[in-house]
């Protein structure tokens, strides 16, 4: 087997956040108006929301409205959520590689006793 694959392998597992940080979906920035006739939002820019969406098997959509102090801890277990998915995209694209070499080692180990 390719030491080299392994290491790399464990390199990219030990470069993983903890996996009790990571938050599967997106940020959604959007621009509302309150609908309040006084308010500035009524004829000028409307006020700034910022949600935490995800979308689920079948097709239901959840969201939760963040408060601007919470937005960076979403951010950062969004972003891990991403980082953990190019890792697990990563590793198994090594681990088909070390797949691949089993095999041949395999039919190697086959042909020879068949001698």
Same mark, same amino acid.
């Given at each position: 087997m390719d030491r080299r694959r392994h290491e790399r392998r464990a390199r990219l597992l030990r %470069? +993983? /956040?903890?996996? $009790? $940080?990571? +938050? !599967?979906?997106?940020i959604? $920035? !959007?621009?509302?108006?309150?609908? %309040? /006739?006084?308010c500035?939002?009524? %004829?000028g820019p409307g006020h700034r929301v910022t949600a935490f969406s995800v979308t689920f098997p079948g097709g239901r959509t959840e969201?939760? %409205?963040l408060p601007p102090? =919470?937005? /960076? =801890?979403? *951010? *950062?277990?969004v972003g891990n959520s991403r980082r953990w998915t190019e890792a697990v995209e990563a590793i198994s694209a090594i681990n088909r590689d070390l797949l691949r070499e089993e095999r041949e080692a395999s039919r190697k180990r086959r042909s020879s006793r068949r001698r």
């Open positions: %470069s +993983l /956040p903890p996996l $009790e $940080e990571v +938050l !599967r979906g997106s959604v $920035e !959007r621009t509302v108006t309150c609908g %309040s /006739p006084g500035h939002c009524a %004829s969201q939760i %409205s102090d =919470l937005v /960076p =801890l979403a *951010r *950062r277990w």
